[in-house]
Structures are given as structure tokens and as C-alpha cells.
């Protein structure tokens, strides 16, 4: 272990001074014996605290690190943090959406409490208060500063306001819309373009063009260098290289690979489309009984994408990953270079996954593995083993209690103790519960998933799934009708966890599960497009887009 002496700079005694005095035969007995009693406050202080360094990425699922199974793609950084820790091969998104899971993550909470099962406002009820920290107590960087870490975050962290306070000592925004033009002048990636690389300035989707765009292979304008990955892993080494007593808290959050599929030369051209697989799909009447899936296949232009369109995509999919690998291998270098590595925590998981043409699905918002089984990756060579899997099941509601227990103060909040499982004295959860859509409404959707077997259950027309994830992984044969008593069980157990405030909205007037009658959602586009440039849609007409602004 680091003790402070041999971690940190300017202390006044190390330990090779006081032996080099004792080599020399400097002092008598006794004097040595002084000297040492002096010297002992200095020589053996408290153990540094523990590092912890928080890394996700958006919308990566779990089947994309080639260490653990897929030989198609190129991740030697994510091999390096397989190999220094503990894989949890069932981690999972319990709202896998961007708000909701964020918040998840940020407060140890779940959406019945955060209040938020989608990317919109929270949706409360009598007697939850109305500031998420009131609900749910400090953010997690605020918790950390107040047990004396030195925090960062940069990235993507998609709260609301865009702005929010969340308790960072250092708060650096690449947020991937802007919504104004006071907005884009104060992102600090997109600042950055402005003030040191003014002649990209005038792009609008740094990150890649969206709308009709959204699921269309395209490639940076941008140098790799300048991406917003980079960028981000940049800030990272500089944060890691100041000099500070206390032990840091970061949190690093990719944009990518959300959508659009931009990678920057050379990763645009790193995989062959030919050499992808085509998506897996199982019979259209199951894979889409959830209308969240139609819904979204049609707002992102992606109704009917084609085998042929999947596997190009697919192959930009894994270019942008293996940028960020890229990315991530700088900033795992950084960290193995203060000294201090082996007492630093690292975790790495990503807010959800994509479905990539999966169960004739894009986007994410479903309980299909595609969707909401995510990386879920923990090291920490001091403690951990290295190279490990374990199957319990775990969730980014989890991560709240491993940094607070890293820091010593365990906090658990809803989640479970992740340290404590690896250590023996915990137990891990026996059900793992996923929810979506305010409860109440034709929305509401929640998944249980145990050893084996995943439950899910639609409120839009009743609507229940049942998988055999032992035996069927992708989720291809739906077992409904063959296992009625293990769906019994499941649906019980759903019913049981919505039996408290807020999520009880989604139970009938006898305790089960609440069915309303089956309602078609109009079908309509997102358009996505740079609102600080002033642009909110298409033209009325072409030749509106280069006629000349009057006024």
C-alpha cells in the first residue's frame, strides 16, 4: 500500500532518509531510538485513502470488449481494465435511457424515487419533495467532496438544467446538443473548438449530424486529436496530474458511442462491414410487443433499415468504440503514472446499450439485453483480484455504495454492496428490477430478472415476456405460455417492488399489475438538429436554407 510519505510530494522525511541515517552509523543507540520516536509520526501516517475513478461511456452494450468474447472488435485498453479487475457479466441499465440512468447513478437511487423513468421532467406524487437531492439526499460528488476527495467531472452528464450543480470541485461540459447560443458559448468542448480551433467553429453537430442522420455511417469532421473523446480524455490527464494531499474522485463520461456513428480518421475505415454479423431478430409479433420499439424505430428515421445498412453501421458503431479505446488508454496511462495506481478504484459501465437492428429495434428504452445489459467493470489491485467474472447481478444503481465504501463512509442508498459481494460479507440481490414510462400510464414497462430467467411486463395492453437467458441468451423464443408458474413468480415479485410511493401508481386496485387497454401512439420524428445556430427543422422550402436572413 502507498503510505502518504512515498505518495505525495514535499514530505519531509521518507523512509530511504531514515535508513541511509542507520547505514551510516550517524547515532548512538539511544539517539537512534530518538530519532526514531521523532521520526514516527512522519514514517508511518494513516494510508493514503483510496482514488476513485468513475468512466462510462453512452450507449455501449456488453458484447463489445474482445476480451470477453468478441473477437470482431479491437479494445486492448477496456482488455487492460478486464484484466485488472472484476467483470460483472450481469450488469445492467434499470431504466436504460440517458436521463434516468444518470440520475441513477448520481444519487444510488431508483426511478421511484429519482421520480424519472425517461428522458423527460420527473413525474412526482404528494409527499416527494421537490429537489432531486430532497428525494434522494447529495449527489455522489457531493458526497465524496464531503468526505474530503478532490472531485472532477467532464464530459456528458445530460442534467437538467444543462448546467446543474452536481458538486464537482471541476465541472467540464461536452454536452452533445445545445439548445442555445448562450448554451454552446459556455459547453467547455464546444468552447474549445471556438477559442483554439476556430476553423471547425462553424460545424453544427460536432459530434456527428443527427435527425434524419441519426442511424446513417458517417465520419467526423473533425481530426481525431480534436474529437470530442479526445477532448475529454485530454482534461482527464491534466486532472490527474495535479498535485493535491487529498485522494481525487473523477468521473469521466464519453459522449460516444451514442449515436450518430462519426469516428474520426482513421476508425471511420477499421472494420469491414462484410465482416459484421447481421442483426438478430426473433418473430416481429414479439420483438415488437413493446410499442416503445416501433415508436422509436420511426422517430429516428430507422423503420427499415436494411441487413446490408446494420452491418455498415455496426462497423462505424465499432469504429467509435475503438476511439474511445483509444481515448480510455491515455487516461489509464495517466493514472498507472501518479504511483498511486494500485490504490485506485476504477470503474467503468456505460448508461445503457443499442439495440443495432436487434429484435428489429434501434435505439435503446427496451428490457432486451441489447438495450439494458451494459459493461460493468471494477478494479482496484489493492484489494480486488485481478482477471475475475462473477455473475451476480448488478446495476449503476450499485455504484454509488463502491465509490462511498472505496472513501469509507459506505452509503448504499437502493443498491447493493457491490465490495462487500466480492469480499464475502454481502449478499448479492436475488432480483434485479428494471423500470420505464411514468407508472400509470400506457408507458410503464418493468423487467425482473433473477438467475435465469427475465420477466417483462407492458402495462400498454397487459402484455408479458418471458426468457430463458440461460438457455437462450437472445432472447429469440418467448416462454409465456411453457412457464406459466416461473412468470407467476416473476409477476409477484414486480408486483412487490412497485408497492411503495410513486411506483405504486402502476398497481390496480387489488395489488397486481396494473393493465390498461392497448393504445397506438401517433408515430412521429425527432428532429435534432443545432438550436445555438438558430435551426429547429427542415425548410418550408429548399430554397429557404440559402436565402439571405432578412433584418
Known amino acids: 500500500m502507498i503510505t502518504r510519505e512515498e505518495g505525495s510530494a514535499g514530505s519531509s522525511l521518507r523512509r530511504r532518509d531514515f535508513l541511509g541515517v542507520v547505514a551510516g552509523g550517524a547515532a548512538t543507540i539511544t539517539g537512534l531510538a530518538q530519532e526514531m520516536a521523532a521520526a514516527q509520526p512522519a514514517t508511518n501516517p494513516a494510508p493514503r485513502r483510496p482514488n476513485v475513478l468513475f468512466i462510462m461511456t453512452d450507449q455501449q452494450r456488453a458484447d463489445t470488449i474482445a476480451s470477453l468474447g468478441n473477437a470482431a472488435i479491437h479494445t486492448p485498453n477496456f482488455d487492460r481494465l478486464v484484466a485488472r479487475g472484476v467483470t460483472f457479466t450481469n450488469g445492467y441499465s434499470t431504466c436504460p435511457v440517458c436521463v434516468p440512468s444518470r440520475l441513477t447513478i448520481r444519487t444510488g437511487c431508483e426511478p421511484p424515487t429519482t421520480g424519472t423513468y425517461s428522458n423527460a421532467l420527473p413525474d412526482l406524487v404528494s409527499g416527494q419533495a421537490e429537489a432531486t437531492e430532497g428525494r434522494c439526499g447529495n449527489y455522489l460528488a457531493r458526497t465524496m467532496a464531503s468526505l474530503g476527495y478532490r472531485t472532477f467531472g467532464i464530459g456528458k452528464f445530460h442534467t437538467h438544467p444543462w448546467d446543474e450543480d452536481i458538486g464537482y470541485e471541476v465541472h467540464l ?194 428490457f432486451f439485453e441489447a438495450s439494458c445489459h451494459i459493461p460493468f467493470l471494477v478494479s482496484w489491485p489493492e484489494r ?124 390496480d386496485a387489488n395489488g397486481d399489475l396494473l393493465r390498461l387497454s392497448v393504445e397506438d401512439r401517433p408515430l412521429t420524428r425527432i428532429y435534432q438538429f443545432d438550436r445555438s445556430r438558430g435551426v429547429t427543422s427542415f425548410p418550408q422550402k429548399p430554397e429557404d436554407v440559402v436565402r439571405p436572413k432578412s433584418g
Not at 469491414?272 to 422509436?296: C, K, L, S, T, Y
Not at 467509435?320 to 476504477?346: F, H, K, M, P, W
Not at 454509488?400 to 454481502?426: C, K
Not at 414497462?445 to 433473477?450: A, S, T
Open 173 to 366: 461540459h461536452s454536452e452533445e446538443l445545445y439548445g442555445s447560443p448562450d448554451q454552446r458559448s459556455r459547453d467547455d468542448y464546444a468552447a474549445f473548438i471556438r477559442q483554439q480551433h476556430a476553423a471547425y467553429d462553424f460545424v453544427e453537430g460536432l459530434m456527428g449530424e443527427r435527425t434524419e442522420m441519426y442511424y446513417m455511417p458517417q465520419m467526423s469532421t473533425l481530426p481525431a486529436p480534436l474529437g470530442v473523446e479526445a477532448w475529454a480524455a485530454d482534461r482527464a490527464v491534466e486532472q490527474l496530474a495535479v498535485a493535491d494531499e487529498r485522494p481525487y474522485f473523477g468521473f469521466v463520461s464519453f459522449v460516444g458511442p451514442h449515436p450518430p456513428f462519426a469516428p474520426p480518421i482513421p476508425y471511420n475505415r477499421m472494420y469491414d462491414p462484410d465482416r459484421m454479423a447481421n442483426p438478430v431478430r426473433g418473430d416481429i409479433a414479439v420483438d415488437h410487443m413493446d410499442e416503445q420499439i416501433r415508436w422509436m424505430n420511426y422517430a429516428i428515421w430507422a423503420e427499415d433499415i436494411n441487413d446490408t445498412h446494420a452491418r455498415v453501421l455496426k462497423a462505424r458503431y465499432y469504429g467509435e468504440i475503438s476511439y474511445i479505446d483509444q481515448c480510455l488508454g491515455r487516461v489509464l496511462d495517466a493514472v498507472e503514472a501518479r504511483g498511486d495506481a494500485d490504490n485506485t478504484l476504477i470503474c467503468f459501465f456505460a448508461d445503457h446499450g443499442d439495440h443495432l437492428g436487434d429484435h428489429h429495434a434501434w435505439q435503446k428504452e427496451s
Open 384 to 507: 480486488l483480484p485481478r482477471s475475475v467474472r462473477r455473475d451476480e447481478l448488478v446495476c449503476l444503481t450499485d455504484l454509488f455504495g463502491i465509490a462511498t465504501s472505496t472513501a469509507g463512509s459506505r452509503e448504499l442508498r437502493e443498491g447493493v454492496d457491490v465490495l462487500g459481494i466480492l469480499e464475502g460479507s454481502a449478499q448479492p440481490r436475488e432480483h434485479l428490477f428494471g423500470y420505464y414510462g411514468t407508472p400509470g400510464t400506457p408507458r410503464f414497462k418493468i423487467m425482473v430478472r433473477d438467475k435465469d430467467w427475465k420477466y417483462i411486463y407492458m402495462a400498454n395492453g397487459g402484455l408479458e415476456q418471458l426468457f430463458d437467458l440461460r438457455d437462450d441468451p437472445q432472447e429469440l423464443h418467448q416462454r409465456i405460455d411453457e412457464q406459466r408458474d416461473v412468470a407467476e413468480r416473476l409477476r409477484h415479485a414486480a408486483a412487490s417492488a412497485l408497492n411503495r410511493v410513486n411506483a405504486n401508481r402502476a398497481l
